[in-house]
């Protein structure tokens, strides 16, 4: 086989075993390689119903046929296990220099099952695999646990690591890398604390195989080179991400105040202007030309990468106008491990409960000192912060009087920077995303913005449905970065190019957009499989926030969604996608997909 490196790695923790078995080529055809093999493997191996942090689930790591090939932004991996924040399937993308290692190491996935007894790290070097003791890294951030095991592996070892979240089991917990990139906002960090696993270090000295490696070099350097002359790429070097902010608050979608609102008073002091204004340095992810991470000084004199979703998560969504010290609460996030985006919910739905009465913690909008030592307190899970360490949904449901209206989730995960009072086709994305409320799936928020389109338009879902197969299917089956394409306008038709180079095989759109149906069919089967008779339209509909109160100022002034026109939107969704009314794949679908054993087990547990 050219272009997957041919093997997957599986190591039990509990019996500190390992072995390789043989990519199987049909694995490969059928789901391509990242998001698609760990749908497959979590598929076939998790028993409905095991505890997301007991030694049963398994933590997938899965690159794909483009992963760290010389072609533009491919250092991306997908980290993915049952999540113990949804109970559902849970993934994320990571750039990382690991990604590339894996790679060199003859790897297409490393599978890890069991619990080490003790604090743990592997090793994974070319064919061996090895579990060493974390004892000395336990306890230590990130970035202290990166440096210290680069200086015993070397400077370009590939390292994932957790920090306490991920160690004290916080269910938004993430894998961090390279002090500023995290993955899998579904608690894969805390999954690897279950496991006592500290960190995962991979080294490779091999290459890939690939079918064309002339052509692939060749096509390579065309495409960096057509990245670089994009019209959009000075602007996006300066800014990246953060130029999302001012439009976001232009267009009235910034979350402000746990999204009661979506234009922020202090927008300007924390936006791509003003972080341009106290920028450091710039760095990304492996083999990309367009780096996005801006570097900034944070308020304590740390180093802090920006993201846009971090800011304004961390920032307008608490009230907190003041870059510098949203910078360090971004830092702290990466360097304990945890999701900025859940976090920032945790924070804004506490300050919430404590303006409304319902906690006896004062925690004002805007107080820094406040939010920092309740970020401390979560991940330690301390007081009320242990509550928010389950998720807004478990910290309203133990809360209770009414704290449900204003807990911002979908399926258990918080909902990431995009306000919807006036946007149902975003609403729709985060509703129908695989892993609960995210945008990566389905950023249809910008086409709908300027498409003129009004309300509940059918043409609204058939995007969200492109956008996912795009995003959702094609992007993290290849298992490349999607910002090139969505960010400066790189041509999509490259990627079939390179596929055909790399692998040999011939590629069009339909044949890829089969394989993200299928991927997206198979989550949704998990998710069935998991949940029984509580599955249904509930588990697809955004929070009550955005039906039932209108923001009161800015452009979506008085905007809210419509419950009977959001039901119907959904419906038409399911019926385009061959699901049935509950949102589950009909088995002719799964049939026509080629997973008529995956009808037969959902007929069996009684979902179908
Ligand atoms: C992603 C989510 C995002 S999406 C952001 S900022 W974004 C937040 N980043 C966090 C962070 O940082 N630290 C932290 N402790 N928590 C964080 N939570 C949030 O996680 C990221 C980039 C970005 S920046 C985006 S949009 C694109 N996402 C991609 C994707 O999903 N798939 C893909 N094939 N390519 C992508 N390219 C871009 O990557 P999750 P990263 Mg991330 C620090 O992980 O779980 O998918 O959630 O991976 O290496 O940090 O790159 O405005
Ligand atoms: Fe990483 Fe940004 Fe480059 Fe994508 S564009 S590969 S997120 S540095």
Not at 25 to 51: N, Q, S, V, Y
Not at 94 to 111: E, F, H, K, N, P
Request: aromatic share 8%; charged share 25%.
């Amino acid at each position: 086989m050219r272009g997957w490196s041919g093997a997957i790695l599986r190591v039990d923790l509990s019996r500190g075993r390992s072995t390789r078995a043989r990519l199987d080529g049909e694995l490969a055809l059928k789901f391509l390689g990242g998001r698609g093999f760990a749908a497959k493997i979590l598929w076939d191996d998790l028993a409905p119903g095991i505890d997301p942090l007991s030694p049963a689930n398994e933590l997938v790591i899965a690159a794909g046929p483009l992963t760290g090939l010389p072609i533009p932004s491919s250092g991306k991996l997908v980290v993915a296990a049952k999540s113990p924040l949804t109970s559902g399937y849970g993934d994320g993308s990571i750039g990382t220099m690991a990604s590339v290692q894996m790679r060199r190491a003859g790897l297409d996935a490393i599978v890890i099952s069991g619990k080490a007894e003790g604090p743990s790290y592997l090793l994974v070097e070319d064919g061996g695999a090895e579990v060493r003791s974390a004892e000395g890294l336990w306890g230590l951030g990130t970035f202290e646990t990166e440096r210290r095991l680069r200086e015993e592996h070397g400077r370009d070892a590939g390292i994932l690591s957790i920090g306490l979240a991920g160690e004290n089991l916080v269910a938004y917990a993430t894998i961090a890398s390279q002090e500023g990139r995290s993955g899998g906002r579904p608690g894969m960090g805390a999954v690897m604390g279950s496991k006592n696993l500290k960190a995962v270090v991979i080294r490779g000295s091999g290459e890939v195989p690939l079918a064309d490696p002339e052509g692939l070099r060749e096509l390579g350097g065309e495409a960096y080179r057509e990245v670089l002359g994009k019209p959009n790429y000075g602007f996006w070097k300066r800014q990246g991400t953060m130029a999302t902010l001012a439009w976001s608050q232009a267009n009235g979608v910034l979350p402000t105040m746990n999204f009661r609102e979506g234009c922020f008073d202090g927008a300007d002091g924390i936006n791509g202007d003003a972080m341009e204004a106290i920028k450091v340095s710039q760095r990304g992810c492996p083999h990309c030309n367009m780096t996005c991470g801006n570097v900034v000084e944070d308020s304590e004199g740390m180093a802090s990468e920006l993201d846009y979703e971090n800011v304004a998560m961390l920032g307008s969504n608490i009230g907190l106008g003041d870059l510098r010290k949203v910078a360090a609460l971004n830092r702290l996030a990466d360097e304990w491990g945890v999701d900025t985006i859940s976090l920032g919910n945790a924070i804004g739905f506490a300050m919430e409960c404590s303006e409304r009465g319902l906690i006896s913690e004062r925690i004002e909008w805007g107080d820094f000192e406040a939010a920092r030592a309740l970020a401390e307190d979560v991940v330690r899970k301390r007081g009320l912060g242990g509550l928010l360490a389950r998720g807004v949904k478990g910290a309203a449901e133990a809360i209770g009087r009414g704290s449900e209206g204003w807990a911002m989730h979908v399926k258990g995960l918080e909902i990431s920077a995009y306000d919807c009072h006036a946007m149902p086709g975003m609403a729709l994305a985060y509703g129908t995303s695989p892993i609960g409320a995210h945008h990566k799936d389905a950023w249809v928020i910008s086409w709908e913005a300027a498409s003129g389109l009004k309300g509940y338009d059918e043409r609204k879902i058939d995007k969200v449905i492109e956008l996912q197969r795009l995003r959702g299917g094609l992007f993290e089956c290849l298992t490349t970065c999607r910002l090139p394409w969505v960010e400066v306008g790189f041509d999509l038709a490259w990627y079939p190019r390179f596929l055909k180079a790399a692998t040999g095989i011939e590629m069009g759109f339909d044949a890829l957009y089969g394989i993200a149906d299928r991927v997206y069919a198979l989550i949704r089967a998990f998710w069935a499989r998991e949940y029984g008779d509580r599955w249904g339209p509930h588990m697809d509909t955004p929070p009550a926030r955005w039906f039932d109160e209108a923001p009161s100022k800015g452009p979506t002034k008085g905007a809210r969604l419509d419950r009977a026109e959001y039901a119907a939107m959904l419906r038409r969704y399911y019926s385009k996608r061959g699901w049935d009314e509950r949102g589950i794949p009909r088995a002719e679908t799964l049939g026509a997909l080629g997973m008529g054993d995956v009808a037969m087990a959902l007929r069996k547990a009684g979902a179908i």
